[in-house]
């Protein structure tokens, strides 16, 4: 007999997951914990899905909770640890959530344009957790072009393999990049998008799209784009070769 916490763990160690996605499942569990495996049929989930609807959360929120609960029930039951998947069918009727992040120019954020994080942001488009929780090692100041090495470190992972990344510090970047806090708090990417919020009305995520907007309008060749924000480059051509520091930094200039 397995608690729900007990056939996460199993799950877990079953396959590689990104850091990202364990911390969803945690969200989706949550509560869950200590009920058992046994107890949880199809009345259970519709009633899990009354009670997040009930707290008032967005349907794109609810469908991403009961999707990690899913998730770890179909892997489950590849281990032949569940027989049945009753989490099958509870997305159906809830919206997809769909965040709307206009473009906006850089003078929209001129409260935050003294602070380090922010302008990492802007110039880079950090994941807001890979700058917030960066620590001293991974800025790399003594080499021929200074960059970031993001990797996993004692404060967060990172998102997924082509997140582990050597990225430029844009010239704009790089008088503040000693003021970076090293901070050790696992939660600092939030507390940090929140503050943004509060300050010019969407989350740091929000910084991403308008850089992708912005390298799209500079003419950065796309590959070459997706390298430094993290991203898997689709196609075949893509998948070829090494995309090299200097070529990113020259790009990377191409952004005011």
């Not at 899990?48 to 770890?72: A, D, P």
């Not at 990797?151 to 990344?165: D, E, F, M």
């Amino acid at each position: 007999m397995f608690t729900v916490q007990e056939l996460t763990d199993a799950v877990l160690a079953y396959k590689p997951v990104a850091e990202a996605t364990k911390k969803g499942w945690s969200y989706g569990i949550r509560g869950l914990e200590n009920t058992e495996v046994e107890d949880i049929d199809k009345r259970f989930v519709v009633m899990r899905r009354v009670h997040l609807n009930s707290k008032g959360y967005e349907q794109g929120y609810v469908r991403t909770l009961l999707g990690y609960c899913g998730t770890i029930w179909s892997w489950a039951k590849e281990m032949d640890l569940v027989k049945d998947n009753p989490w099958e069918g509870s997305l159906k009727g809830l919206d997809k959530s769909e965040k709307d992040y206009p473009f906006l120019p850089f003078e929209h954020y001129k409260r935050l344009h003294d602070e380090p994080l922010f302008m990492c942001l802007w110039y880079h488009g950090f994941r807001v957790s890979e700058i917030a929780g960066i620590q001293k090692e991974e800025v790399i100041l003594d080499a021929d072009i200074p960059h970031f090495h993001i990797k996993k470190n004692a404060v967060r992972g990172v998102k997924n393999k082509p997140s582990t990344r050597k990225v430029p510090i844009h010239p704009a970047c790089i008088q503040l990049v000693e003021h970076l806090p090293h901070t050790d708090n696992p939660n600092a990417g939030d507390y940090y998008s929140r503050h943004m919020k509060k300050i010019c009305g969407h989350s740091a995520h929000g910084i991403r799209h308008n850089i992708t907007t912005r390298m799209r309008k500079a003419g950065i060749e796309y590959s070459i784009a997706a390298s430094i924000l993290g991203h898997r480059a689709a196609g075949m051509t893509a998948a070829y070769g090494e995309i090299l520091l200097e070529d990113k930094a020259a790009q990377l200039q191409k952004l005011r």
